[in-house]
């Protein structure tokens, strides 16, 4: 039953009440006067029926007055509550919000019959709003005091939900629009004009949202006639600071202002953030992800040199005016795997409103990317190693039949990171993380020549940006590979010298080495005249055959884990590996895989990655 239909119902009810009343009113005043002229009476009795008939002529004046007044009041009600169908379809085709210009804020200036009005419209109101929850429970509030109709008010009561003060009804509001689907075109655009950023970002790292909720970018200001985007790009990071910077830092930076080809290296300076959005950096990088939309590694650095500006909670709001969120939110459901995290990344970082930890740069969460209600039962972290990646290292073994099948589609038979595909979806209740960091076998192969990490430096940096994530909070189980067995272990020994970092110790419930080469590898050995090993990288010489760097680290490791709470599981390959093009070797021996003698395991697969 609609609103005008209601008062139609109420009106019918209690006007033929009103007519009864004046009815019985006239037939009293007209007996008394037959009685008053039916015989002569004595002057007590008339004295007595005079006083009778006045207070009956007062009464019936009163009755016969507030059953007007409150016809008109009602009637006055169903004129308020009932709208013109052809101006609400006119505007829904406008663009706008339309908002009432009049103020109702001024109850000085009317008097107490609109003061009695007032209280009688919010009465029914409420009596609507009752009833309307008891038979269908649309309303989750106090009824919309807006004229408009049924069907409106559920959009507007969220909106108004999605501002309130309590965080659990700004979440649930959230929800419950990521969840509608039966909206026209028109509201989704009016939440999207209408919602806070808080809002919108909740909607862009909501699974189900639907895409009409947020605005295109606002436009571009246009370019100057002597001037490209890549001379913008350089004159920006000719305008940064490059005292007190990371020699890899001012590296990328000297090579970005030679050539333009390299201008994206602008992504190795998150202490920069606010000198690049201060600069227009954001809008400039807006123009070359339009650019070069076709260029998948473009796309990434650029999504991640806005993943790390949005570590600064000062940047939130210029990020989400620039637009950003709404090309978020459209990449993160993309089947593009890396380019998704890469957005989940960056819109976790941007949610403050259920995600306390920060993902620095290099951690990536592979689930859950949205938000869910299903609780964190436990965390696993992938660490890849020599010649690695967060996702190529995890990849499904690129078969030419399965390529020749076209079956890339198939997320049940081929996947390019099967900790996001497949693990998440058996084990819905964890949380997925995985690391990236650069490493190169040759130092002519190195991305900066003069880059020299170590081991115990690398395990340092990651430790910290694991923190950050909150790493420890729940049990933790470890998966490494290559190298990045090493550092976990390298971690673990730290952490357990820091006694603020006691809960990763305390969490850790198991660890996985694939092909970890814990007492060295014969890589650095080899001397042929191969282009990859005529100068090995740094990481290569600390992986030599029972280097006492490795010894040490193993050792301290073994006596460290001998009285912990958490199980090992060691994975060794039995077949060679190609190194470039000419050499093949097994990098990770049995005897160098194994921690100890217990929870050994072969499997039939070459070093570079674990694939499945």
């Known amino acids: 039953m609609s609103i005008p239909q209601a008062m139609q119902g109420l009106q019918d009810h209690l006007v033929p009440d009103m007519t009864g009343m004046m009815s019985l009113a006239a037939c009293c005043v007209l007996s008394c006067r037959r009685i008053g002229t039916s015989t002569p009476l004595t002057k007590s009795h008339m004295m007595y029926w005079k006083d009778i008939r006045n207070v009956i002529k007062v009464t019936g004046s009163l009755i016969l007055g507030g059953s007007l007044v409150f016809t008109y009041e009602v009637l006055a009600l169903k004129k308020s509550l009932t709208l013109d169908t052809e101006v609400v379809e006119r505007e829904k085709m406008k663009s706008y919000i339309y908002v009432h210009t009049d103020s109702f804020n001024k109850p000085e ?50 909106l108004r939900k999605s501002q309130a003060d309590s965080r659990t009804e700004r979440i649930e509001a959230v929800q419950e629009m990521s969840n509608t689907h039966h909206w026209h075109d028109y509201q989704y655009r009016v939440i999207a004009q209408a919602c806070d950023p808080r809002t919108l970002i909740g909607l862009a790292r909501s699974k189900e949202s639907d895409l009409r909720f947020f605005l295109p970018p606002p436009p571009l200001p246009s370019l100057k006639e002597d001037s490209s985007i890549e001379e913008d790009l350089r004159q920006l990071l000719a305008s940064l600071p490059q005292t007190e910077l990371d020699e890899c830092i001012q590296y990328y930076t000297s090579l970005a202002l030679n050539e333009s080809s390299q201008s994206l290296a602008a992504q190795k300076i998150p202490t920069h953030c606010d000198q690049i959005e201060a600069k227009g950096g954001l809008q400039l990088l807006q123009r070359l992800h339009y650019l070069y939309r076709d260029c998948p590694k473009v796309q990434r650095n650029i999504m991640r040199i806005v993943g790390n500006m949005a570590l600064s909670e000062r940047l939130h709001t210029p990020i989400v005016r620039s637009g950003w969120v709404s090309i978020m939110a459209e990449t993160l459901k993309s089947h593009q795997i890396m380019e998704a995290s890469h957005a989940a990344r960056t819109l976790a970082n941007l949610d403050r409103e259920t995600v306390k930890e920060k993902y620095q740069d290099g951690v990536y969460v592979l689930h859950p990317q949205y938000r869910t209600s299903q609780p964190i039962k436990a965390d696993v972290l992938f660490i890849h190693g020599l010649m690695g990646a967060a996702f190529k290292t995890w990849r499904q073994h690129d078969s030419e039949k399965v390529l020749a099948e076209k079956d890339l589609e198939d997320e049940n038979r081929y996947t390019t990171c099967w900790p996001k595909t497949w693990l998440a979806k058996d084990c819905p209740a964890l949380r997925i993380i995985s690391v990236e960091y650069d490493t190169a076998l040759s130092d002519w192969r190195a991305r900066c020549p003069v880059e020299r990490k170590t081991i115990a430096f690398r395990s340092s940096e990651l430790l910290s940006k694991l923190t950050a994530a909150g790493v420890g909070d729940r049990p933790l189980i470890w998966i490494s590979h290559s190298m990045g067995g090493l550092l976990v272990k390298k971690m673990l020994l730290e952490a357990s010298k820091m006694p603020e970092l006691s809960t990763i110790i305390n969490n850790t419930r198991g660890i996985i080495f694939f092909s970890v080469p814990h007492h060295g590898s014969r890589l650095a050995e080899y001397s042929v005249n191969v282009r990859y090993l005529l100068f090995p990288s740094l990481e290569v010489k600390e992986l030599s055959k029972d280097s006492p760097a490795l010894k040490t680290l193993q050792d301290d490791f073994l006596e460290f884990a001998k009285d912990k709470n958490f199980q090992v599981l060691s994975f060794v390959e039995t077949q060679p590996t190609f190194i470039g093009s000419m050499l093949k070797l097994h990098i990770v021996p049995v005897d160098s895989a194994g921690i100890d003698c217990r929870n050994l395991l072969l499997i039939c697969a070459c070093e570079v990655n674990p694939h499945v």
Not at 109 to 122: F, S, T
């Open 109 to 158: 200036n009317h008097g107490i019959v609109w003061q009695a009005r007032k209280e009688l419209h919010k009465a029914v109101r409420k009596v609507l709003a009752a009833s309307a929850k008891i038979l269908r429970n649309p309303f989750a509030g106090t009824f919309s005091t807006v004229d408009i109709e049924d069907h409106e008010c559920a959009m507007w009561l969220l």
